[in-house]
């Protein structure tokens, strides 16, 4: 096995993280204070290509492959978690989620404008009483023909004020069980489709997070994706390549807090000495260390499974199950290193531990990638 990166691929690592370090640093703190969305910069990402990254070039993408899509999350994501859940929904998401079971059509109108940044995409799942579970959809779509009806709630949906397109998942069937699910495309502005107001998040806080309600929405049949019964399978497969995004989100943020942790020990002293000098802090530096290093193995290897054409389902939530613990261990352990300075918003630390957590959460919590492993090795 070949373990360095392609030219290629440094490339593509250096264009993000110099993105993240010019444009997403300087403010950061202010938007997450505010819980400002960044159009300005979501606009700059979509010229860059981030907003569609694995996108055929046909519809407006990147072209790229899942290496290089975890490698710009990852320097997003040390820098500004809020900007990269964003790019993190409209790929892995939104439009893998069209591109690979839209029709042709569907890919036209919507696919060409997501992938560029002209659109930003919305993911909907998530209910008050069905999180990640598809097959407790309480949101209906009654079939009326020429049309469906839609009536239901959605919560926790990023981007979900700030969305041009969203991709509703809701129960037909309730008889039929996982087979009487449908995914259907919505776009803002429908009658009877509402935004509630935006949640004040612990982490996160410049994403934009809503509640949504739809009451009698009409949506044309053409808007549904696949065939009848389709929806959860499109839901079940998308939720794994989104698995990847997120661990590659909860690598960036560790890695961002321990680069931070280590240059901040080279400075500052205590007991006559810089404090990386003192073993309790350099064994706190190597533990951070090696568990980071061991998180990019895993969200490279499912990576690397996505693009070999390989069964990811596995690999992703490993490397989600995993990453996402070690962001929450070890941006802890960095605002200790930090002191009480750890615990002052200039040092960028406290941000990044709060933003850790939701990568335990969302995409699956911690409990849910368990039970998607297990339940494969069982079947083994």
Sequence with gaps: MDFKLSEEHKLVRDAARDFANTELLPGVIERDNKQTFPDELVKKMGQLGFMGIMVD???????????????????????????????????????????????????????????????????????????????????????????????????WITSGGRADVYLVI????????????????????????????????????????????????????????????????????TLSGGRIGIAAQALGIAAGAYELALKYSKVRKAFGTEICNHQAIAFKLADMYVDIEAARHLVMKAAWDKDQGNSYDVSSAVAKLYASKVAMEHTVEAVQIHGGNGFVKEYHVERLMRDAKITQIYEGTSEIQKIVISRNLIKE
């Design 57 to 155: 070039p046909k519809y407006g993408g990147s072209g790229m492959d899942a290496i290089s899509y975890v490698l710009i999350m990852e320097e997003l994501s040390k820098i500004d978690a809020s900007a990269s859940v964003i790019v993190s929904v409209n790929n892995s998401l939104v439009c893998y989620g069209l591109e690979t079971f839209a029709n042709e059509e569907q890919k036209q109108k919507y696919l060409t404008k997501l992938a560029t940044g002209e659109f930003i995409g919305a993911f909907c799942l998530s209910e008050p009483e069905a999180g990640s579970d598809a097959t407790s959809q309480r949101t209906t779509a009654e079939d009326k023909g020429d049309h469906y009806i839609i009536n239901g709630t959605k919560n």
């Design 170 to 237: 809701a129960q037909t069937d309730k008889h039929k069980g996982s087979h009487g699910i449908n995914a259907f495309i919505l776009e803002k502005g429908m009658p009877g489709f509402d935004i509630g107001p935006k949640e004040d998040k612990l982490g996160i806080r410049g994403s934009d997070t809503h509640t949504l309600q739809f009451n009698d929405v009409k949506v044309p049949k053409e808007n549904r994706i696949g065939e009848d019964g389709a929806g959860f399978r499109f839901a079940m497969k």
